[in-house]
Nanobody
Framework: QVQLVESGGGLVQAGGSLRLSCAAS????????MGWYRQAPGKQRELVAT???????NYADSLKGRFAISRDNAKNTVYLQMNSLKPDDTAIYYC???????????????WGQGTQVTVSD
């Protein structure tokens, strides 16, 4: 019913930048919080950043200052600008959204398929 499609991942050298996008589509009433998570090989999935429908943001402490999350509510899209990338940022980045699908399903947790970000030395 709700699809999240990420784009913008790829291979970048250390110190470079990437911008990820995630567009939501399907049938729903409203998209609430949107966010990005990442999972590196052999590690658990971790929070990168979230942004509320009103624009309030939350970041993993270690990423503040290098990453910036934003959203375009008219396009149902969330972005992640990643600067000064490091090899430790290598991971699969997942888009997440809390979606109100209907009046009976007000807080559905939706995930994208993930996009690979690889940062080389």
């Amino acid at each position: 019913q709700v699809q999240l499609v990420e784009s913008g991942g790829g291979l970048v050298q250390a110190g470079g930048s990437l911008r990820l996008s995630c567009a939501a589509s399907g049938s729903f009433l409203r998209i609430n919080t949107m966010g990005w998570y990442r999972q590196a090989p052999g590690k658990q999935r971790e929070l990168v950043a979230t942004i509320s429908n009103g624009g309030g943001t939350n970041y993993a402490d270690s990423l503040k200052g290098r990453f910036a999350i934003s959203r375009d509510n008219a396009k149902n899209t969330v972005y992640l600008q990643m600067n000064s990338l490091k090899p430790d940022d290598t991971a699969i980045y997942y888009c997440n959204a809390e979606v109100s699908i209907s009046i009976w399903r007000l807080r559905e947790d939706c995930w994208g398929q993930g996009t690979q970000v690889t940062v080389s030395d």
